[in-house]
């Protein structure tokens, strides 16, 4: 069965970086897109970024544009957000998402989520 | 960026009434909106896609209309465990927008 578990989350302080983990298993991972949505206390959903199956494409939504980074490692089956200069408004659970590849659909599993919390 | 607001925010409703969300765009883009069903705790679930097409699996008295800028998910008869938070979500462009969510809660 398909599982996503990110890693990663955890306190950090207004300006540092942080560097989130998600280990893909139970489908072919290199034949996905791959998405980060988060989620802040009290607050909706919140896209963070794509990244195309072959790694050609990538989108970030503008709140994050120029700080997030998004990859993935194929050989470790693991998708990765590198996170700098973070501020408290990014403080959220970050759910690691995989994307169907079919109707043009964005979503269809979904992690956990690992929680983020920028403090000082 | 496309906005989408959704109301109401939150909606009372009791057990077999007719709910009905609306999803409202700030351009038009067709019929590529997706609604989500979200419960503390849990991963978001997919109901609707094309913003009528049912997922496989969902109950029959979800269903999904519209196009262009205006949407709508209707519950014709709403069940105990429907009682969540319900997203729209935009996949005709980036950066992806999902509205604000409406909660639906127990009167």
């Known amino acids: 069965q398909v599982q996503l578990v990110e890693s990663g989350g955890g306190v950090v302080r207004p300006g540092r970086s942080l560097r989130l983990s998600c280990a893909a298993s139970?489908?072919?991972?290199?034949?996905?897109?791959m998405h980060w949505v988060r989620q802040a206390p009290g607050k909706g959903l919140e896209w963070v970024a794509v990244?195309?199956?072959?790694?050609?494409?990538?989108y970030y939504a503008n709140s994050v544009k120029g700080r997030f980074s998004i990859s993935r490692d194929t050989s470790k089956n693991t998708l990765y957000l590198q996170m700098n200069s973070l501020r408290a408004e990014d403080t959220a659970v970050y759910y690691c998402?995989?994307?169907?590849?079919?109707?043009?659909?964005?979503?269809?599993?979904w992690g956990q989520g690992t929680l983020v919390t920028v403090s000082s | 960026d496309i906005q989408l607001t959704q109301s109401p925010s939150t909606l009372s409703a009791s057990v077999g009434d007719r709910v009905t969300i609306t999803c409202r765009a700030s351009?038009?883009?067709?019929?590529?909106l997706a609604w989500y069903q979200h419960k503390p705790g849990k991963a978001p679930k997919l109901l609707m896609y094309k913003a009528s097409t049912l997922e496989s699996g969902v109950p029959p008295r979800f269903s999904g209309s519209g196009s262009g800028t205006e949407f709508t998910l209707t519950i014709t008869s709403l069940q105990a465990d429907d009682f969540a938070t319900y997203y729209c979500?935009?996949?005709?462009?980036?950066?992806?927008?999902f509205g604000q969510g409406t909660k639906v809660e127990i009167k």
């Open positions: 990244l195309w199956y072959d790694e050609s494409k990538e």
């Open positions: 979500q935009q996949y005709y462009s980036f950066p992806r927008t």
């Open positions: 139970g489908f072919t991972f290199r034949n996905h897109a």
């Open positions: 998402v995989r994307d169907p590849g079919r109707d043009g659909l964005d979503f269809d599993y």
């Open positions: 351009e038009t883009f067709s019929s590529w």
